[in-house]
């Protein structure tokens, strides 16, 4: 806990000292809760466990596949919904019934795809289509194998996914290895769309990420908060490392910031935790929930 700093120092204090009325925890995964390994490390996992057993509700806010997140939904026992694909998904896992579906229509998916096959851009990036909870791709790049296999899928090829889309697809991804280069591709999709026409993003470094222009991580806590369980903001903490996670970090009565995090997000949230290496949700949590009650 010791590396623990607070952005807003006034507020932060005020937590501190127990004011807080954290009643539901939302966690990111991916450098939040899994750092290298993939998994829950198990001081984190204990930490979550220990907000659950003094009553606070807990749920996982990702933009990987419903079906890649659900270990990690399971692995924290969580018994509420899970909002994955940014937050253009949600469904809770008991019933099986999918609460929220935002897909992209299929002329702007095709729309996407003809400017990231731009000769430009078309050796340089990897395209996945999400549809059905399936992932589309034209073929499979290096980069495509080691996502899939962190992500614990089999991607299928449709070489003219012009031709042959299945569907509207739930999230459009192009992953590059250069961040350089996804820095230009979301200055000048910026330039080309408004937030109101689509949602774009960064999870990582090498992800640039398309959803509709309602489905944001901090759209979906707030149904989940408010609709669904009947809470207020103030009621919510919410740890993130990145660029997706800004909207969940600013609606939350506390919003976290893991160390890994980009200077940005750091400088948008209530309070930044150590490094997912080094447990960081386990001390947020343990400052924010357990040592106040």
């Not at 996992?45 to 003094?54: F, P, V, W």
């Not at 003809?114 to 289509?129: C, K, T, V």
């Not at 991580?217 to 919510?236: P, T």
């Not at 309070?271 to 290496?277: F, G, I, S, Y």
């Amino acid at each position: 806990m010791q590396n623990i700093t607070a952005s807003n120092p006034a507020k932060a204090t005020d937590r501190a000292f127990g004011t807080a009325d954290i009643q539901l925890l939302v966690v990111d995964i991916d450098g939040t809760i899994a750092g290298l390994s993939n998994t829950i490390r198990e001081p984190v996992k204990q930490a979550i466990l220990a907000a659950s057993s003094r009553g606070v509700k807990v749920a996982v806010a990702t933009g990987r596949m419903y079906r890649s997140a659900l270990r990690f939904h399971r692995d924290i026992g969580s018994t509420l919904p899970l909002i994955c694909y940014q937050g253009a998904w949600i469904q809770d896992r008991a019933t099986q019934k999918r609460l929220r579906h935002l897909p992209l229509s299929k002329q702007t998916a095709l729309q996407l795809l003809d400017y990231f096959e731009e000769a430009h851009l078309r050796s340089l990036l990897s395209i996945h289509f999400y549809i059905d909870d399936q992932l589309y791709v034209p073929e499979i790049t290096a980069a495509t194998r080691i996502y899939a296999e962190r992500a614990g899928i089999e991607p299928n090829v449709i070489e003219d996914l012009r031709r042959d889309i299945p569907g509207e697809p739930t999230k459009v991804l192009a992953l590059c290895q250069n961040p350089g280069v996804l820095d230009g591709l979301l200055s000048s999709m910026r330039k080309r769309y408004t937030p109101a026409e689509l949602y774009l993003t960064r999870s990582v470094a090498t992800f640039f990420e398309v959803t509709h222009p309602l489905a944001n991580k901090g759209d979906a806590v707030q149904y989940l908060a408010e609709e669904l369980l009947g809470l207020q903001a103030a009621n919510v903490m919410a740890i993130g490392d990145n660029f997706n996670d800004l909207e969940m970090i600013a609606y939350a009565g506390v919003g976290v910031a893991m160390g890994n995090a980009p200077d940005a997000v750091k400088a948008a949230a209530d309070w930044v935790a150590p490094d997912v290496e080094e447990d960081g949700v386990a001390a947020a949590i343990e400052q924010f929930v357990l040592s106040d009650r």
